[in-house]
């Protein structure tokens, strides 16, 4: 079978398109610039973009299961036209589909809950991978990380878990119809996290904790907008309780533990190497 990832090229989505073709699996990757994709060999790539739906109908045809984000665009926007998405789906014959959710379920998950597919809904909580892009630079040119909330506690998730969890729904029955919350297996302050980085490079990390105004000034700094700072804010000084509960959904769905931050910091450590 067929099987088509969105958001190929993503954090998730390139680690889902490895994870099936390292399976044997057939996969088509949805990306909107083929001519950078840079995905192993043997994987189709298609153009498309998830915010115009008429691109869709040549990816989906003869796929038997599909990968979904439920959001477009480097802005992370929400899908406006997830109903339409569900259509052509259904049309091209897709029988299974995975949805990597954003911050709230939107018209593609309810357009799926109308359907007689098998739908999965992946709800993962912070990826390990938002380290690269918060503290690669700090790290790796002054030592420290500053940031604020020193002891929110996160129950992060690997990539390569969320990815495993996927591979798995699309591939074997027994998924549809539910929803997965999925975690690491510890929660971290920001504090610790800082620790097991350092332990990964062999140096000691500075933190330094920032007021709320001060992280404010240094997200402004780097071009963020007020928006996206006022949902960081809110998210880091009051994450939800299942931001920071572990639950055991990925050793339960690929029957292996889910991988630790100290793991994922040693994969990633010569990237915050000076």
């Known amino acids: ?34 001519g950078r994709a840079a995905l192993p060999e043997g994987v189709e790539v298609v153009a498309g973009d998830m915010a115009d739906p008429d691109t869709l109908v040549p990816a989906f045809d003869g796929v038997t299961a599909a990968h979904l984000i439920n959001f477009a665009g480097d802005d992370y926007a929400p899908l406006e036209h997830g ?15 995975t949805v990597l959710g954003g911050r709230a379920d939107g018209p593609l998950e309810r357009a799926l809950a109308a359907t007689e597919l098998e739908w999965t809904l992946l709800h993962p909580v912070e990826f390990m991978a938002n380290t690269l892009r918060w503290w ?12 604020p909330f020193g002891d929110r506690l996160s129950a992060m998730v690997h990539e390569k878990d969320i990815a ?10 027994g998924h549809g119809g539910r929803t997965y ?15 097991v980085l350092g332990a990964a490079l062999g140096t000691e990390i500075a933190f ?5 105004d001060e992280a ?12 996206t700072i006022g949902f960081l804010i809110e998210a880091l000084g009051n994450t ?31 990237a915050f190497r000076a």
């Open 181 to 195: 919350t999925l975690t690491g297996p510890q929660a971290l302050t920001t504090r610790e996290k800082v620790r």
């Open 208 to 212: 330094v904790e920032l007021s709320e």
């Open 240 to 270: 939800p309780e299942e931001g920071y509960t572990v639950v055991p959904t990925v050793e339960q769905v690929t029957g292996r533990p889910a991988r630790s931050f100290a793991a994922w910091a040693a994969e990633h450590a010569d």
């Open 1 to 34: 079978m067929t099987i088509l990832v969105t958001g190929a090229t993503g954090t998730v989505g390139r680690q889902l398109v490895a994870e099936l073709v390292q399976a044997g699996h057939r996969v088509r990757a949805l990306t909107r610039d083929p």
């Open 83 to 97: 109903d339409r998405i569900v259509e052509l789906a259904v049309k091209a014959g897709v029988q299974r589909v």
């Open 136 to 147: 690669t630079h700090s790290v790796r040119y002054e030592g420290v990380v500053k940031e």
């Open 216 to 227: 404010r000034a240094q997200w402004r700094a780097v071009g963020m907008g007020e928006e």
């Open 164 to 173: 495993a969890v996927a591979a798995v729904a699309l591939t074997e029955t």
